[in-house]
């Protein structure tokens, strides 16, 4: 599925070649001059796909694996595209070479289940603090609710991640609870999906910052 079928704003028209609704053009999320932040950015596809779906936007990946950052950067770069991938010593749970309410959206694709669970709470604060005034955090996880369900999740998680996971944490959650946990860090659910393309479930959340003045 493309990045635009599992974030792209309702009002879009979506067909199985993706969008189908020439309004994407005016949406918020494709307007040109806004700025996209991509955690877990990786080996760059996903900035990538971003970036060809939604012009003139720019995009900023922040990765702990620095190996990463610069072949992505300069390839990206190299194509004319507005974007960067900063140092390993910004990561998710310490944004700090990005200014307070500065970033129009974030991506936490097949995240935080990498990431050890008594560091999410940093994480979600540290977008809350980057991220404007309602601006949307697009969510992707697997879902367990079993543990049955969680040993076919880690063995395909670490087929798939060798590189990098072969000990990292595998800390998962059922829909249910991702929802329960995102909306106590000060986010309303927007949109949530769940699909099983194959063995494993995943679940894919649009998440709104919820005003400062909300929460008091």
Request: charged share 30%.
């Amino acid at each position: 599925m493309s990045f635009t079928e599992e974030t792209a704003p309702d009002e879009l028209s979506m067909g199985e070649h993706g969008v189908e609704d020439e309004r994407a053009t005016k949406t918020e999320v494709n307007k040109s001059g806004k700025h996209v932040l991509c955690v877990g950015a990786g080996k760059g596809h996903e900035m990538e796909a971003i970036l060809n779906e939604f012009p003139g936007i720019k995009v900023t990946g922040v990765d702990p694996h620095d190996y990463y950052g610069p072949p992505v950067e300069r390839r990206l770069k190299e194509s004319g595209r507005d974007v960067q991938y900063l140092h390993e010593s910004v990561h998710a749970g310490d944004l700090k070479e990005i200014p307070d309410n500065s970033v129009d959206a974030a991506t936490l694709l097949f995240v935080l289940h990498h990431i050890d669970a008594s560091e999410h709470d940093q994480v979600m604060a540290e977008l809350r603090r980057v991220l404007k005034p309602n601006g949307k955090v697009f969510v992707a996880e697997d879902l367990v609710d079993t543990e049955a369900e969680r040993k076919t999740t880690v063995m395909m998680d670490k087929l798939l991640n060798t590189e990098v996971l072969s000990h990292g944490p595998h800390n998962y959650k059922n829909q249910q609870d991702w929802e329960a946990y995102f909306e106590g860090q000060g986010f309303r659910m927007k949109r949530e999906r769940e699909i099983k393309p194959s063995k494993v479930r995943h679940g894919f959340f649009v998440l709104e910052r919820i005003l400062d003045k909300e929460t008091e």
